[in-house]
């Protein structure tokens, strides 16, 4: 099973500023890695696939980056929606998936 | 737009069996362009994927899970399902089902609105 790690767990960003979460495969999954976002008692929206495209509607302060085991999700200018919790999933070990613990992004 | 529901008992038995029934809308689900998931979240924890039906059939499940899950399909009510056998406390979780487009089988876009089912006497 392909492990996925997520740092750091808690993240404290003042609105306006920019948020760096970090995402690590225990081995390489190439490019085959999404982001979503999950929102207090709402389900996970998908943000990001493929590493780095954007899923239709995400605002382009979301930005993905990243390949092999080390993968980065940036948020430009944080708005106040964007405090939730940020999973990463790998889908390169098909049919075999794997999520990472989440980053809870939180107000400063 | 494709759209999934999750419907089932919110409380479940120790040693019984959980079922719950994703409906799909807005598209069929016997449909060649979609497979359908479920993936659960226990209460403060992460995300953890179960299990996915694919339009020919085949199930592929977590390995520790494996032992314990079916994952079937109901074409005529347009509908998948989960069952989880002999559970216990450690399987109270948000249960979500989620479907993956052919363009990858990668990733789960969308996701139902999740059912919280807990485990108790």
């Known amino acids: 099973e392909i492990v996925m790690t997520q740092s750091p767990a808690t993240l404290s960003v003042s609105p306006g500023e920019r948020a760096t979460l970090s995402c690590r495969a225990s081995?390489?999954?190439?490019?085959?890695l999404a982001w979503y976002q999950e929102r207090p008692g709402q389900a996970p929206r998908l943000l990001i696939y493929g590493a780095s495209t954007r899923a239709t509607g995400i605002p382009a302060r979301f930005s993905g980056s990243g390949s092999g085991t080390e993968f980065t999700l940036t948020i430009s200018s944080l708005q106040s929606e964007d405090f939730a919790v940020y999973y990463c999933q790998q889908y390169n070990n098909w049919p075999q998936f794997t999520f990472g613990p989440g980053t809870k992004v939180d107000i400063k | 737009q494709l759209q999934l529901q999750e419907s089932g008992p919110g409380l479940v038995k120790p040693s019984e069996t959980l079922s719950l029934t994703c409906t799909v809308s807005?598209?069929?689900?016997?449909?060649?362009?979609?497979?359908w998931g479920w993936i659960r979240q226990p209460p403060g924890k992460g995300l953890e994927w179960i299990g996915t039906?694919?339009?020919?059939?085949?199930?592929y499940y977590k390995p520790s899970l494996k032992s314990r899950v079916t994952i079937s399909v109901d074409t005529s009510k347009n509908q998948f399902s989960l069952k989880l056998s002999s559970v216990t406390a450690a399987d109270t979780a948000v249960f979500y089902c989620?479907?993956?487009?052919?363009?990858?089988?990668?990733?789960?876009?969308?996701w139902g609105q999740g059912a919280l089912v807990t485990v108790s006497s």
């Open positions: 039906v694919y339009y020919s059939g085949s199930t």
């Open positions: 081995q390489s999954v190439s490019s085959n």
């Open positions: 807005g598209g069929s689900i016997s449909s060649n362009n979609y497979s």
């Open positions: 989620a479907s993956q487009h052919s363009n990858s089988w990668g990733w789960f876009d969308p």
